[in-house]
């Protein structure tokens, strides 16, 4: 069993910073992408930031110059620095991760895993 389990969302003010980490769990072979992605109500989920395991980042223009996506491969985790924070960032911030899990015969599995998602909030 493979989960990703995030923190750091809540409630901050315009202009002000969070930072989201999102921990990936289980029997891990390896993690390929880690990424973030948000859905702010009535909208569709857009993606935010990955990154490669070799640290290649991608973001989406909305969040250029004020996020930076980072990541720990030796404990399995991805983090979200959000600074400048506005109210449109306003959303439920999920995790997902594209990586292969121990398994029976090959021996390992591709899996795409969504974490929970964390609720940040930026009021104006």
């Known amino acids: 069993q493979v989960?990703?389990?995030?923190?750091?969302?809540?409630?901050v003010q315009?202009?002000?910073?969070?930072?989201?980490s999102c921990a990936a769990s289980g029997s891990i072979f390896s993690i390929n992408a880690m990424g973030w992605y948000r859905q702010a109500p009535?909208?569709?989920?857009?993606?935010?930031?990955?990154?490669?395991?070799?640290?290649s980042t991608n973001y989406a223009d909305s969040v250029k110059?004020?996020?930076t996506i980072s990541r720990d491969n030796?404990?399995?985790?991805?983090?979200l620095q959000m600074n400048s924070l506005k109210p449109e960032?306003?959303?439920?911030?999920?995790?997902n991760a594209d990586l292969?899990?121990?398994?029976?015969?090959?021996?390992?599995?591709?899996?795409?895993?969504?974490?929970?998602?964390?609720?940040?909030t930026v009021s104006s």
């Open 14 to 20: 315009a202009g002000g910073s969070l930072r989201l």
């Open 42 to 55: 009535g909208k569709q989920r857009e993606l935010v930031a990955a990154i490669t395991s070799g640290g």
């Open 3 to 11: 989960q990703l389990v995030e923190s750091g969302g809540g409630l």
């Open 89 to 95: 960032d306003t959303a439920v911030y999920y995790c």
């Open 100 to 120: 292969y899990y121990y398994s029976d015969y090959p021996g390992y599995r591709y899996l795409e895993v969504w974490g929970q998602g964390t609720l940040v």
């Open 65 to 67: 110059g004020r996020f």
């Open 74 to 79: 030796a404990k399995n985790t991805v983090y």
